[in-house]
Structures are given as C-alpha cells and as structure tokens.
C-alpha cells in the first residue's frame, strides 16, 4: 500500500467551484505542477517549517540539495544505497502540493479545466461551455509510482492502442482510442520510478520526451499531450553501475542528482527508529482480555541503534549493499515482541522489553545483511557469529556510555558468597527481582537510565538491573552462563 503525506483523509472541504464558469469567477489561475511546488516550499522555508517532515539526518545535507532541485523546477534522481529513505523521500513531496486542485471531472489525464490538452478535453468545454463540471482532486491522489522491473512495457507507462475503443467503431487513427499509461495518468503531480537502472534502455528511451519536450509519444499516432508533471527516480549505485544503467540521454535530461545516506549521527539513528518502528500495538489476547502496549526503554533502543551502525562499518559485511535502515527497524520491533510474549506466558502486568530479548533479533535479521566473505553454506553459522559479537559490542558500548561513573559496587557484591542470578527470555520481573533482594542504588540506576521516578515498575526494574547485570559481564566484573532461553550471572 502507497503511502503519502497529508492523505485526504481528515482533510479540509474541497473549494466551492463546480463548473467552469464558477472556476473562473473564483479568480483562479492554471499553474504548473513545478511552479506549484516551487511556491508552497518556499513558503514552507519562510515559515521556518521542516520542508520536508519525518526525513530524519538529511536536515544539512540531503534536503538542501532537494530544496534547491525543486526551486529550479528539476526533475531529479535519488541515488543511494538500500533502506536510506528514498522512497519515503519522494513520497513526501507530495505534501508540497496544493491541498486541492480543481481538475475536469471525467478526465483520464486530471486536466485542468482552463488548461486543457487532450482532444476529449476541448471537445467537452466546446460542448458545455461554463456549464463544463469541475471536481476537485486532493493532493494524496496526485502521486503515480512504478517499480522497475525487466517486464515493464512503454504501454505501462506512456500508452498502447486499446483495443475495445478500437472495436466500438472508432478508427485506429484516432487519439481516443489511446489508453493512457501510469505517466500521462500522473498528469499534473508527481511520477516516480524506483529502481531506475532496472529499466530496460529500450524503455528509458520513452522517457526522453516526457523529460525535455514534456510530452508523449504513442506508437505512429499524431498525438501530443504537454504532460505537467514532477518526475522523480530513485536507483542503488550498485545497480547504477553493474547491474543496470541509465541511459546517457536519459541521465541528461535529470536536472539534478542526489545522494542520499544512512544516518550519520547516532541520535539522528535513535530518532529514525522511534519515528518508523511499530512497537506500540496494543489489543486483546485469546481470551478477550486486553494487553498493554509493550515499552523498550532507551537504552535498549540505544543499542539497537549502536548494533545497526556496527554491522554497517564491519569488514565482514558487503560495504556495495548496505545495511538498511529496515534492520534497525525490524529489530526493535523483534524485541518488543519478545516482551510481548514474555508478558502472556509468564503473566507480566506491562510487557517491557530487557537485555534478554536482545539476542532474538539476530536470527530474525540475518537475511537482511549481505556478508562479503560468505561461503557456500547458506547455513554458514560465521555469520550469526559475527552478529552476536557485534550485538555484545553495541550493549557494552551502550553500558559505557548510560553507566559511566555509577557505582553498581552493591549490586556485584550480590555474588561475592556464591550467589547466582537467574534470568531468560520467560523469566518474569518479579522472579528475576526476587533474586537479587534489597538493590542498593536502584533508584540512581533507574534515573540514570530515563526512567521517571513517579513511573518506575517493577518491569522496568527488572529491565535496568538486568542491564546492569550484562553490562558488569561484558566489563568483566560478573560471569555469565547462558544456555538457549537461560541465563546465569555470578561471579
């Protein structure tokens, strides 16, 4: 399902206007879809709004560029590796649209009533002069997309004769007897072709007018239809270079390039994951009983978040693919889940996530990185290897950086006589608690770690001390016996 900013939903009434006549006597203008765009940014800049809402990194070096493409009024290609945002970028171009924008109502081309193209279009005002209907058409509704792929036709996206127009008597000369394709259809919004390289040369040659001349070409009609519209590509430089290419005269006629990146600060990572992960369902179990929405608390967020970036950086993994962003995404919503499913079994008040969920996010995402040294054997476990390490990296690193300073002196001496904790991915707050007794400091560990003093429960206690259990193991300071789902820390 598409997704675009601002969906019609829950927006504001159409204008008034319903035939041309009251279209006219409005004082509305025809204005192209470029010079629109233009217009609605820099208002939006003026304002010191976001230009773009919810693209989370590029603020200094992705969306200047953009800004710019789109103030000159060029088309542009996206270039950059998998899960950078891309899409998710074109798509919120649309929010830069007019709300509404008045269209003849029965057009396949979203004419503007007082800038017709299409024969039928003329024919129509001919016919019922201010009479002509005029609907309204939202913004979410203006944006076309077509994923390249080796099967993609001209007829997809610029037309072919349609056969059953042909067959109700109209001559094959006629131009009515056209069915558009998703470009022409897209008229007066924003097109976009993901995966660009992916199209076959002979088909980015069909491209080429709607690029320069602004029109289309069909087959050997005599048919010319000045497209309005904002054509926005997206490729992997990977694909851009190797697998597939676009075509010189294609690339020439983009007015712009742009580079996009994964994010280059942690906080903007940690701010990405909040934005786009689902962790918040909340609903009924089996019995009709209701389940409160699962918390990962930050420091688990901060790890995921610190693991992503380490996988991205290691020698072991493909530098040309990437890592995406969908990784750290499907990881924190793998460890919320985990929770989810302690809190059922074990009979938890509030699922919250804790450390021991931490390890059920490698297998889930080992398909979503590409090893450069990958051997054979899809079954290979130097991989999950090279995860778990990695995985253990990012909680210490995250250990180092929350617990600096901290005197956890009272929670290791715990284990001085013999003691043993034990946890697992089933092992329930209280049973975990009940372990350790009397915490010293467990008030200071709780702060430190962003829990609210007037919010602490005996889940995110659980979640902290556990934290700090892991962290004195990766420090050296406890042992640490695991096996499968069970974990025991001691000295």
């Known amino acids: 399902m598409v ?60 969306l200047p560029e953009v800004e710019r493409a789109l103030i000159a009024g060029h088309d542009l290609v996206l270039l950059g590796e998998r899960g950078q945002g891309k899409t998710r970028l074109i798509r919120t171009l649309v929010g830069l649209l007019d709300e509404w924008t008045p269209v003849l109502v029965g057009s396949e081309l979203n004419e503007h009533p007082l800038h017709p193209i299409s024969v039928w279009a003329h024919r129509q005002i001919a016919e019922h002069g201010d009479a002509t209907p005029v609907g309204w058409l939202h913004r979410s509704d203006r944006f076309g997309e077509k994923l390249a792929t080796p099967d993609t036709s001209v007829g997809d996206l610029i037309g072919d004769v349609d056969p059953i127009k042909v067959a109700e008597g109209r001559t094959l000369g006629d131009p009515e007897t056209v069915h558009y394709g998703l470009v022409p259809r897209t008229n007066r919004g924003v097109f976009s072709i993901n995966e660009l390289p992916d199209l076959a040369e002979r088909i980015q040659v069909a491209l080429l007018n709607v690029l320069e001349e602004r029109d289309i070409q069909i087959r050997g009609y005599r048919v010319r239809l000045p497209l309005d519209l904002l054509l ?113 079994i074990a009979g938890e008040t509030r699922p919250v996530a804790r450390v021991v969920d931490l ?46 300073g901290l005197d956890l002196t009272g929670l290791q001496e715990h284990f001085t006589g013999g003691e043993t904790v034990e946890s697992g991915e089933l092992v329930p707050a209280p049973a975990l608690l009940g372990q350790l007794g009397t915490i010293p400091k467990l008030a200071e560990l709780l702060g430190r770690l962003g829990v609210p003093e007037g919010e602490q429960s005996a889940e995110q206690a659980a979640a902290a001390v556990e934290f700090a259990l892991e962290g004195l193991y990766l420090t050296r300071r406890l042992a640490k016996d695991s096996d499968g789902g069970r974990t025991v820390y001691g000295a």
């Not at 279209?23 to 208002?43: D, Q, T």
């Not at 009983?289 to 950086?313: D, K, Q, S, Y």
Request: hydrophobic share 40%; glycine share 8%.
């Open 232 to 344: 926005v590509a997206s490729a992997n430089p990977e694909d851009y270079t190797n697998r597939g290419r676009i075509i010189t005269p294609l690339k020439d006629r983009f007015g712009a390039e742009v580079r996009t990146h994964y994010p280059i600060e942690l906080a903007d990572e940690i701010r990405l994951l909040h934005q786009e992960a689902q962790t918040s369902w909340a609903g009924r179990d089996g019995d009709g009983a209701p389940f409160e929405r699962p918390l990962v608390p930050e420091h688990l967020v901060e790890i995921i978040a610190r693991f992503t970036r380490l996988v991205r950086e290691s020698s072991h993994v493909d530098q040309r693919s990437g890592v995406s962003a969908r990784f750290a995404i499907a990881g924190l919503e793998t460890v919320a889940a985990s929770a989810v499913r302690r809190a059922a």
């Open 3 to 62: 997704e675009v900013t601002d969906p019609a939903i829950g927006a504001t009434p159409p204008p008034a206007p319903t035939t041309l006549g009251e279209l006219r006597g409005s004082g509305a203008v025809f204005r192209p879809v470029k010079a629109e765009i233009r217009a609605n940014l820099l208002a939006r800049l003026g304002r010191g709004e976001p230009s773009l809402p919810g693209m989370v990194g590029f603020e200094d070096t992705v």
């Open 359 to 404: 390890p059920s996010v490698v297998p889930a995402s080992r398909g979503k990185v590409e090893f450069a040294d990958a051997g054979s054997d899809p079954d290979d476990d130097r991989e999950l290897e090279v995860l778990e390490h990695l995985l253990r990296q990012a909680t210490a690193q995250t250990f180092r950086a929350r617990c600096a």
